[in-house]
């Protein structure tokens, strides 16, 4: 399962991606030379910025930054240059930009690694309770005789249920810092705003689900919550120091 995780995060994004979608130079010169001298501001030098001609197949909208080395790529959709501002677009690829310059990418793949080892460390600590308590009843008494399967299944799927709530709080911990260094970046609060309604209109999220919801289902804090924040955080405003300023080169 590692390996299929660092292939999904690491390797999808350049050699899979680009064969389902044409990734073309970025149409809008003025927009390109902006999004790469933020980059340039946030520590991401020497990279490409590629248009995907996503809207043949979604609406969705998406961007990221992604690649090691030469690698190295900061993508838009052509969905979301169509319906984004500018100034949306500069706080969107601030957010993106933090995922990579904080090494966000290195920190899942630890984690969720982490985590799928230790559920399935339990899934199998308590399988050899299962097993001595009714495994006459089912008629095998190891998980090497394939008859278990089902039973690793349920107890993967009991194991998940329970360790899901750690590994989303984490990525929302995640998702939250990438919107401080987009804000801190930008400063662009009124437009980071105006993003994520329009996000918010496109995939027709609860803007402030329950708490069941948000625990077992939301990878980003819910767009009302991230709205609250761009309206409340503005240190560069309040004589306050930045928590990422000394990562902008000037
Ligand atoms: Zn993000």
Same mark, same amino acid.
């Given at each position: ?100 310059? +904080?090494?966000?990418?290195?920190? *899942? /793949?630890?984690?969720? =690694? &982490? ?6 460390? @339990?899934?199998? #600590? ?22 278990? +399967?089902?039973?690793?299944?349920? *107890? /993967?799927?009991?194991? =998940? &249920? ?6 989303? @709080?984490?990525? #929302? ?78």
């Amino acid at each position: 399962m590692i390996p299929f995780i660092i292939v999904g995060n690491l390797i999808a994004p350049v050699w899979i991606a680009p064969l389902f979608n044409k990734f073309e130079p970025m149409r809008d010169k003025a927009l390109e030379t902006r999004i790469l001298s933020m980059a340039d501001r946030a520590g991401i030098e020497g990279s490409r910025v590629f248009e995907v001609n996503k809207s043949v197949d979604t609406k969705t909208l998406n961007a990221y930054v992604a690649g090691i080395f030469n690698t190295r790529r900061i993508v838009l959709w052509d969905t979301i240059i169509k319906r984004m501002s500018p100034p949306e677009l500069m706080f969107v690829m601030g957010h993106e930009m933090a995922h990579y310059v +904080l090494g966000h990418v290195w920190y *899942l /793949v630890a984690f969720s =690694s &982490l985590l799928i080892m230790a559920s399935l460390y @339990a899934a199998y #600590r308590a399988s050899g309770a299962v097993l001595a308590r009714w495994g006459t009843r089912f008629g095998f008494t190891t998980l090497a005789d394939i008859a278990s +399967l089902p039973l690793i299944l349920l *107890l /993967v799927s009991v194991f =998940s &249920l329970i360790v899901t709530p750690l590994s989303l @709080a984490f990525t #929302r911990h995640i998702e939250h810092e990438a919107d401080r260094f987009g804000l801190e970046i930008t400063q662009a609060s009124h437009s980071a705003g105006t993003a994520f309604v329009k996000l918010q209109e496109d995939a027709l999220a609860n803007p402030r689900p329950g708490l069941l919801y948000k625990l077992w289902r939301e990878s980003h804090p819910p767009l009302g919550e991230r709205i609250d924040f761009v309206n409340a955080y503005h240190p560069w405003r309040d004589g306050q120091p930045l928590v990422y300023g000394d990562r902008f080169k000037k």
